[in-house]
Every structure is written in C-alpha cells, then in structure tokens.
C-alpha cells in the first residue's frame, strides 16, 4: 500500500518562513518525481512544485519562484518544500504527489500525478 504523508504547516506571519515535509512509502522513492500543489478555498488546485527522481532538476509556479525550493532526500525517503517570503495568497491547504514518472513537465499539471497525501494547512496572516 502506498502512503503520502504531509506535515510542517502551519500560522505565520507574512515575510516568515515554513517548511514542509512529505514522507512517502509502500513505492520505490527515488524513482519518481514528485511535486506539491496547494488549493485555497473557491479556487483551482495549483501546481507550486516539482522535483525529478534524482533531484537533478525543478519547476515552479511563477508565483512562488524565488521565494520556495523544494528538495528530497531519497536515502530517507523525505521530499521537502521550503517556504520564504510568505504572503497573505499564499494560504492554501498544500498536497504532496507523486509522479506517474521520473521527470517534470514544463507546467506543474496534477494529472501527471498518481498518490496524494492529505494536505497540510498553511494559514499567513497579514
């Protein structure tokens, strides 16, 4: 059985920083990508994130470019996704998923992706 696990949200200030972790397993981790997604109430879900398998390249929303980095650890079976300069719009529940690949597409899509975990509030207040 395949579990995806979120934690790390949270209520912080705007300007502050969060980190997000996502624990994955019941698959062989270092095989796929891996991507995050947030959605806010009343609006479509958003690709912020994606990783490859080996953690060689990335994709981002315009939206959060130079502001988050994500990351894995495949010796730990961890994806992580670190959050800076947050802002007010940035309040969303946030979703791990896993690929149906080892790569990233040019757009951060949820169909290319096959297991979500439960998501993880992250609340910014202004």
């Known amino acids: 059985q395949v579990q995806v696990v979120e934690s790390g949200g949270g209520l912080v200030q705007a300007g502050g920083s969060l980190r997000l972790s996502c624990t994955a397993s019941?698959?062989?981790?270092?095989?796929?990508?891996m991507g995050w997604f947030r959605q806010a109430p009343g609006k479509e879900r958003e690709g912020v994130s994606c990783i490859t398998s080996r953690g060689t390249g990335t994709k981002y929303a315009d939206s959060v470019k130079g502001r988050f980095t994500t990351s894995r650890d495949n010796a730990k079976n961890i994806l992580y996704l670190q959050m800076n300069s947050l802002k007010p719009e940035d309040t969303a529940m946030y979703y791990c998923?896993?690929?149906?690949?080892?790569?990233?597409?040019?757009?951060?899509?949820?169909?290319?992706?096959?297991?979500w975990g439960q998501g993880t509030q992250v609340t910014v207040s202004s």
């Open positions: 019941g698959l062989t981790f270092e095989n796929y990508a």
């Open positions: 998923a896993v690929s149906r690949t080892s790569w990233c597409y040019i757009s951060v899509n949820p169909a290319d992706f096959g297991y």
